[in-house]
Each structure stands twice: as C-alpha cells, then as structure tokens.
T-cell receptor
C-alpha cells in the first residue's frame, strides 16, 4: 500500500526567506510524486511532478522538489517566499500498479508568509 | 484556470433533498474523478471514470450516485445525505489513467447538509 506523510501541518516563514515543506512517502512500486497547491476557495493546482526522470524537479512559481529514494522523501522548496505563496500544499503519490491512476494525498501543510 | 469547471460552487441542502453536482472539462481528457475533501482529512477518491465507464468505486455509500454521459461531463447525484457528508467535492480529469498522468482539478462544490 502507498502512503504519504507531510511532517508539518503548519509552516510560517517571512517574506523573502526560504521555504521547506517536508514530505515522506511509502510505496511498494516505483512511484510518481506530485505537489499540488490549494488557495482559499480554489481547486488544486499542480506545482510539479516526478515521474522517474530527473530527480530534481522544477515547477511553477519558483518551486522545486528533489526525489530522494534512499530517504523516501520528496521535499518542496523555494529560495524566497512571496506573500502570494500563502496556501495549503499537498504531497501526493501515485503507484505504478496496473488498474489506473490512484492518487494518495497527504494531509496538507498550511504555509503562512509574514511581512 | 485549469479547464475544469464545477457547478454549483456552493450548495445547501436538507437531508431529504435530491440535488446534482456537475463537472465539465474542456481539456480533451478521457478520465474523470470525484474526490471528497473534508476538514482535517486527506482527500478521498470516490469514483473514477475512464472512457465513460466507471473503473473505481471506493466504497462510497449508495446515496452518492455518479453519472458520466460523455467524456467531457461528470455528475454526482445526491439523495438523502447526512450532515457528515458536508465537505468540498472536487472533480478532476486526466488524459488517461496511467500513474504518470497529471490530474487537473476544478474549483470544487462546497456542500452543506443540514
């Protein structure tokens, strides 16, 4: 079975400082991994995804994530936070089993950006 | 915008009402999904349709009834709901159902059951 653990339910940073949102996964197969962002009263927007190509994945809005198989981690980073980054972030794993695209979501990390 | 629209955006209904949620995708995808997002809980997959056939039913109570008349439209028919069914219901679509496929989400319908 696959699972995702987002280690922090809330993260608070100052504008202009780095962002680190942590995610660990468990999967019996070679996984695909995603980060989605959800702004208030909006749906989920894809930030980036890993699908067994380069382990360092670059996404939109300056975000990137590194797939580390030995640590079973897929942490999301950004060098400099902006006020507009305040939102909820979800780490997601998708198993490479037969039978379809089954995503397992983490519980989310709420990012707060302060002046 | 992601190319996936949902209506209505907000819905309040009593436990004896019957209502339907609608999802439409303008991306040319052939797989569509319903998710439930409750407070303090991870997103839960409810149903998956691929090429208009249901391929996944994740132990969802029968008071939720999905319908996929074509690859662009997906409905969720609701009847005799319970207060614990209050949640944000999200629709998503993808090009296929392979595990590398990206799912694109709509803005959701916020449902309150009284």
């Amino acid at each position: 079975a696959q699972s995702v653990t987002q280690l922090d339910s809330h993260v608070s940073v100052s504008e202009g400082t780095p962002v680190l949102l942590r995610c660990n996964y468990s999967s019996s197969y070679s996984p695909s991994l995603f980060w989605y962002v959800q702004h208030p009263n909006k749906g989920l927007q894809l930030l980036l995804k890993y699908t067994s190509a380069a382990t360092l994945v670059k996404g939109i809005n300056g975000f990137e994530a590194e797939f580390k198989k030995s640590e079973t981690s897929f942490h999301l980073t950004k060098p400099s936070a902006h006020m507009s980054d305040a939102a909820e972030y979800f780490c997601v794993v998708s198993d490479r089993r037969g039978g379809g695209n089954k995503l397992t979501f983490g519980t989310g990390t709420q990012l707060k950006v302060e002046l | 915008e992601t190319g996936v629209t949902q209506t209505p955006r907000h819905l309040v209904m009593g436990m004896t009402n019957k209502k339907s949620l609608k999802c439409e995708q303008h991306l040319g995808h052939n797989a569509m999904y319903w998710y439930k997002q409750s407070a303090k809980k991870p997103l839960e997959l409810m149903f998956v349709y691929s090429l208009e056939e249901r391929v996944e039913n994740n132990s969802v109570p029968s008071r939720f009834s999905p319908e996929c008349p074509n690859s662009s439209h997906l409905f969720l028919h609701l009847h005799t709901l319970q207060p614990e069914d209050s949640a944000l219901y999200l629709c998503a679509s993808s090009h296929g159902t392979g595990t590398e496929e990206t799912q694109y989400f709509g803005p959701g319908t916020r449902l309150l059951v009284l």
